[in-house]
C-alpha cells in the first residue's frame, strides 16, 4: 500500500491517540509494518496502538464484507454471504496429532472458492444453506485463493437468496492437477495424456473395456481411470469434465464416470508442459490432499532416523534384510544399498521422506563403495548414519517426488533433492507475517 492508501488510517489512529504522538511518526510506522514488514494492516495499527499507549480495541477487527470474486488470498479477516455447495469431513495428521477438518466449496453470484474449517467443534456448515461466514482469512495457492475458517470465524444462516444455479452441483470448478482432492465432484481438469492403457477387467462377472493413464499439467500429475470404452492416445491435450475424485493410498485419482466428457484439443493448446516443474506446496497442503503423485516441497531436515546408512537388501524381492535373513525368503546373500530416512519440516508440518541409493550419493558426496570401505574401516554399522546427521541436520532442502499415505501418515519418496540458500531477511520478514495471525 502506497502512503496515499495508508492516509485514512494514520487518521484514524490520530484521532485514538489525541495530541499524544505526531502524526508523521505515526505514518513512518504504519508505512513501515506494512510495506516493509508485510503484515496486516489490522495488526500494523493494533500493535501501533498498543505501543503509543492507546487502546487496540478502539479499531475495528479488520473484517471486510467481500463477494467471492474480490478475494485476493491476502485477507487476515474478512465476511461473506456464501451458499455452502458441498462438505466433505475430514482427517488429517497434523505435527504427528490427528485432527478433524471439513473441507469443500462456497459460492456466491460472483464464483465459487475452496474452503478449510480448523475448528469444526464451534463451526459448522450445512449443505446447501445460504450462510454469513465472519473473521474468515485467505491464502493463496496457486494463484487462487482459498478461504479459511480457523478460531476466530463464525458462521450462521440467512434467509439471503443467492443465485448460483447456473454453478453444477457438487462444487464443480476448473481446477490444476495439485487441487484435486480426496471426493471433489464434477471436477473440471485440462492436461496432457500420458502412457494410456485399455484394459478388460471383470466387474460384478461381467466383462468390461476401462481406460487407465497419467493426466499432467504445470503443476503435477495425477493417475486417471475412464470407466468405459474411449481411445485416447499418448500425448493428447483433453478437458476433463463431470469426474470425481478417489484417493488411492493417499494419491487423488481421477476416475471418469459414464456421464463424464473428454474433449480432445487441438495440440499446443496448453503449451509446452513437457519439462515443467510442479509450484513448490507446503507440506500441510500436501498432507490435506493426502498424497500426490508428483510434488515439490521446501523442508528443514530435522531428523536422520533409525535404519538409514548402508543396508542390505534381499536380491529377489529388495526388502531390507534384518541379521542377512528376509522375512519372506530366509537366509540370503544380501546385496549392498544406501538409503537415508528422513524428517522433513517446513514450519505448517513435518512429513517422513525417504532418499534412494542416488539421492543418497549426491547429498553425501559419497560413492556406495566408499561407504561399504568406510563402514568396514571403522567397523561401525552406523558410520554413514552418523555422516549424514553430521551434514543433513538442519538443512534447508529442495525435494522433488511422490507422497503416498497409509496408516502411518503420509511419507514423501523423493526422486530430486537439492540444498538450498536461505535469505535471512527475508524469512525473518515473512516469519513476522505469520506470528502476526497469533496476536
Known amino acids: 500500500m502506497d502512503r496515499e492508501e495508508l492516509a485514512p488510517h494514520a487518521d484514524e489512529l490520530a484521532r485514538v491517540l489525541g495530541e499524544k504522538v505526531d502524526k508523521n511518526k505515526i505514518m513512518d510506522d504504519l508505512d513501515k509494518y506494512v510495506n516493509l514488514y508485510r503484515v496486516s494492516l489490522e495488526w500494523a495499527k493494533r500493535d501501533i496502538l498498543k505501543k503509543m499507549g492507546g487502546d487496540p480495541d478502539s479499531v475495528g477487527d479488520g473484517s471486510e464484507r467481500k463477494n467471492v470474486a474480490e478475494l485476493t488470498g491476502a485477507e487476515q479477516s474478512v465476511d461473506l454471504l456464501v451458499k455452502v455447495l458441498t462438505v466433505n469431513p475430514k482427517t488429517i495428521e497434523v505435527g504427528g496429532v490427528s485432527k478433524n477438518i471439513v473441507y ?3 459460492a456466491d453470484e460472483s464464483g465459487r472458492v475452496p474452503y478449510t474449517i480448523w475448528e469444526t467443534e464451534s463451526v459448522q456448515m450445512k449443505e446447501g444453506s445460504t450462510v454469513i461466514v465472519r473473521n474468515a482469512y485467505t491464502k493463496e495457492y496457486k494463484g487462487n485463493p482459498q478461504l479459511n475458517l480457523g478460531n476466530r470465524a463464525s458462521v450462521e444462516e440467512s434467509d439471503e437468496v443467492l443465485d448460483v444455479a447456473d454453478m453444477p452441483s457438487g462444487g464443480s470448478a476448473e481446477v490444476k492437477i495439485a487441487e484435486l482432492t480426496d471426493g ?3 471436477v473440471i481438469v485440462s492436461g496432457k495424456i500420458g502412457r494410456p492403457e485399455q484394459r478388460e477387467i471383470t466387474v460384478s462377472g461381467e466383462k468390461k473395456m476401462i481406460v487407465t493413464g497419467i493426466l499432467s499439467d504445470e503443476t503435477g ?3 486417471f481411470t475412464v470407466w468405459k470404452e474411449m481411445e485416447l492416445n499418448d500425448g493428447d491435450e483433453v478437458r476433463v469434465i463431470g469426474a470425481y475424485v478417489k484417493s488411492w493410498r493417499g494419491m487423488p485419482k481421477l ?15 496448453l503449451g509446452d508442459i513437457s519439462g515443467s516443474v510442479p509450484k513448490p506446496r507446503t507440506l500441510e497442503d500436501v498432507e490435506l490432499a493426502g498424497g500426490a503423485m508428483d510434488v515439490v516441497v521446501h523442508g528443514t531436515l530435522v531428523d536422520v532416523r533409525e535404519g538409514s546408512g548402508l543396508v542390505m537388501r534381499c536380491p529377489d524381492c529388495r526388502r531390507v534384510l534384518q541379521k542377512s535373513t528376509c522375512r519372506v525368503h530366509g537366509k540370503v546373500k544380501g546385496i549392498d544399498d544406501l538409503r537415508i530416512k528422513a524428517i522433513l519440516d517446513d514450519g505448517t508440518s513435518s512429513m517422513s521422506v525417504i532418499f ?5 550419493e549426491q547429498m553425501l558426496n559419497i560413492s556406495i563403495d566408499e561407504a561399504v570401505k568406510m563402514t568396514t574401516e571403522e567397523r561401525n554399522p552406523d558410520a554413514v548414519k552418523e555422516m ?13 517426488g511422490m507422497v503416498r499415505s497409509d496408516d502411518y501418515g503420509p511419507m514423501l519418496i523423493a526422486r530430486e533433492a537439492r540444498f538450498m540458500e536461505i535469505d535471512v ?7 513476522l507475517t505469520e506470528l502476526e495471525g497469533f496476536n
Open 356 to 360: 534412494g541409493k542416488e539421492l543418497t
Open 221 to 223: 500429475s495425477a493417475e
Open 255 to 269: 476416475n471418469l464416470g459414464d456421464k463424464a466428457e473428454v474433449q480432445v484439443l487441438e495440440r499446443g493448446t
Open 184 to 186: 471433489m465432484n464434477y
Open 425 to 431: 531477511r527475508e524469512e525473518g520478514a515473512k516469519l
Open 104 to 106: 469443500g466449496y462456497v
Open 388 to 400: 549424514a546427521e553430521e551434514k543433513l541436520f538442519a538443512r534447508p532442502l529442495e525435494v522433488r
